[in-house]
DNA sequence: CCAAAAGTGTTCAGGCTACACCCATGT
DNA sequence: ACATGGGTGTAGCCTGAACACTTTTGG
């Protein structure tokens, strides 16, 4: 009872659209490929998913393989199966969307890259495969969820200033928010938990540290509360 | 230069979840499977990607084959890749979300499937492989959009009254909904065109029927303009 | 004329938007 | 003392929710 379907197949990869927000401006992580094709150019990182592990397992693993990355925030994306996305033979690709927090994590090449760098969204050069597809396809991803779910917090460090955060979807949203209604909407949540400490960082009043409470975040979630900036 | 990538391959295969709706009760298409395994079990339709397609096409090809089909929304909805779905060899799975007008349609069995039948959802059996799942993750996107884009016009006829449309979304969304806020919020969009026909079909007043206008959409949504009930 | 579903407006409360000044700090 | 960003409150408007009766038809 182990035989195998007869049908022709193509390969599967993983390929992951990595975000980081620095405090400035958003991020995305690319990889420039050691091996061809594409040798040289940059790409998403990724690679082929083993037969022995889960899709979600695959892109972790090829994400700590080629960036050194761990302890990300990942959801799948979308599949992308176009019959000649790859100019060798047919491979289709499940994209994965991650998040984290640029400054806590060494980002170095590893396996099959040549180098790792983090890219502004403005300075994206042309990438390998399909891949500025993907980017494309992520991007929305994470404009669209950004206000409808807490998922900027995946991208800030565990403490930060409510300043922060506000650049953050000032940046990933791509428009200027009032300080004030900003602040009013995300405080009345109550799921940011002031802290004890302030940041000091120039010639200015330091601002307050929150951090993000998920806890209380699924329970409201729970009773039907809906996340809305 | 036409070698091929040296990595084990699992085999890919698409799945469909079909919505319909008969003016009651939201309805969703299964087949009973005529080869192993899980041979005379209700699954989703569905079946393996060839070479030559792409990822939709193979969707498309498979819901015509098993189902009769065609001409219906269909969009990628997620893909299961957990290691032992499949119980002889690993096997991945792109499942597709699709809607469609279950009496403007046929549907016989087909290839590979012995039966082919709507059902109510709360009626439905336990499915072969994950395909339960599937249906679960399917149902939820079909909430969540429903709400947020003109898709439930995709469920009904071309012509259709604002009592059947006020019908479909508290059969999805399970929840009953004010008739006056209904229609005043659904008719303020602009995208219901009244045609000169009414439908007549009880000892009652009859209803105004409209067409969806999905040019106006496309339009308003360039504009920023963003649906939603 | 009766039963059944279609169609129609108003009121109230809560949330969103717009907007200007004081505060705490480092140099 | 001054420059820099952090922090605060209110008023008008608009939108969403609640709610009851009249209209048109078939039998």
Known sequence: MSFTYEYPRGALTVDC?????????????????GIAPFKGEWALPGGFVSPDESL??????????????????????????????????????????????????TTEAQTDADDARWFQISEIPELAFDHSEILKTGLKRLRGKLRYEPIGFELLPEKFTLPQLQRLYESVL???????????KVLSFGLLIPLDEKRREGPHRPAQLYRFDPARYEALKNEGFLFEI
């Open 174 to 184: 791509g428009n200027e928010l009032d300080k004030r209604n900003f602040r009013k």
């Open 56 to 105: 979600d397992e695959a892109a972790l693993r090829e994400l700590e393989e080629e960036t050194g990355l761990r302890n990300v925030f990942l959801e799948q994306l979308y599949t992308f199966g176009a019959v000649n996305r790859d100019p060798r033979e047919r491979v289709v690709s499940v994209a994965y969307f991650a998040l984290v927090q640029p400054d806590e994590h």
């Open 17 to 33: 659209v990595v975000f980081g927000f620095d405090g400035g401006e958003l991020k995305i992580l690319l990889i420039q490929r």
